[in-house]
């Protein structure tokens, strides 16, 4: 896993309201800090989204991601409820403390999860 530490585009982000600590974009976790000064539960989280990106490839990831934030925004008009409800973040979030999750993990995991 490729990691950069004290990201530009994350410093970019942060610049908006947007707060991010990290992001996983094409194989690479982009980190707001240093890896050393991560939490491991963020690393975890990560790590899964790389897995998700992997086995779908980023373009269907992408379109998956927003496709299902936009369905979920549209229904409760709240950046955070639709986040959070997007299939791929839920799998992230549930699984996040389990650090042997990707060890066992089923394939496209995150489909069983989807919220209609
Ligand atoms: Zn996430």
Known sequence: MKFVEKSLIIRLLNKTP??????????????????????????????IHAVQQAEVGMTRFLYLYFKDFFKHW???????NAYYKI????????N???????????????????IK
């Not at 299939?87 to 549930?94: D, K, L, T, V």
């Not at 996040?96 to 989807?114: G, S």
Request: hydrophobic share 35%; aromatic share 14%.
């Open 18 to 47: 947007m707060r991010i600590i990290a992001m996983t974009f094409n194989g690479k976790i982009y980190l707001k800090d240093t890896l050393e000064k991560t939490n491991s539960i963020t690393i975890n989280h990560e790590k």
């Open 96 to 114: 996040q403390y389990n650090f042997k999750y990707l060890e066992t993990r089923r394939h496209r995991a995150w489909e069983r999860r989807v």
């Open 87 to 94: 299939s791929f973040e839920q799998e992230a979030y549930q």
């Open 74 to 80: 549209i229904k409760s008009h709240s950046w955070a």
